[in-house]
């Protein structure tokens, strides 16, 4: 018995994992990341509320808000395409933009409201 011909059998890559590593650098699944992460707003509160308890304020929208900027930030604006819109509902997607640039306007950080503002204006032109 070869112990390193039964371990190597653990560290082949497989045709599925570069799918699902293909799957993961695409537009589609960045921008539903996007909208996952707002949509568990209020998901996130409550596990903070459930493990301080404490009411923390703002902290669980800080840290919804600054999750889902990470995700759009990941995701090519130049490359992205109907595809990858129509997949998802539109109108969730414009409401979650909208949404995010008014949570950076209230902390004045204007250039992540530009940014989702040029992207919400590139979708629409698809």
């Known amino acids: ?3 390193d011909k039964i371990f190597g059998l653990f ?10 590593e293909n799957f993961k650098e ?7 990341m ?7 707003k209020d998901n996130i509160d409550n596990i903070l509320s459930t493990l301080t308890n404490e009411d923390l304020g703002n902290v669980g929208e800080h840290i919804t808000f600054y999750r889902a900027y990470y995700w759009f930030e990941q995701i090519d604006i130049e490359s992205i395409c109907k595809s990858d819109i129509t997949l998802l509902d539109f109108t969730n997607i414009e409401f979650a ?3 995010t640039i008014k949570f950076y ?10 940014e989702l ?10």
Do not use: G, R, W
């Not at 560290?11 to 699902?20: A, F, G, I, M, R």
């Not at 996007?34 to 568990?40: A, C, D, G, I, Q």
């Not at 503002?117 to 698809?126: C, E, R």
């Open 1 to 3: 018995m070869n112990p």
């Open 11 to 20: 560290n082949e890559e497989t045709n599925q994992d570069k799918e699902l």
């Open 26 to 32: 695409s537009n589609y699944f960045k921008l539903s």
């Open 34 to 40: 996007f909208l996952k992460v707002l949509k568990n």
């Open 97 to 99: 933009i909208d949404y």
């Open 105 to 114: 306007e209230s902390l004045e950080e204007y250039e992540k409201c530009a």
């Open 117 to 126: 503002k040029k992207f919400k204006d590139t979708i629409l032109s698809l």
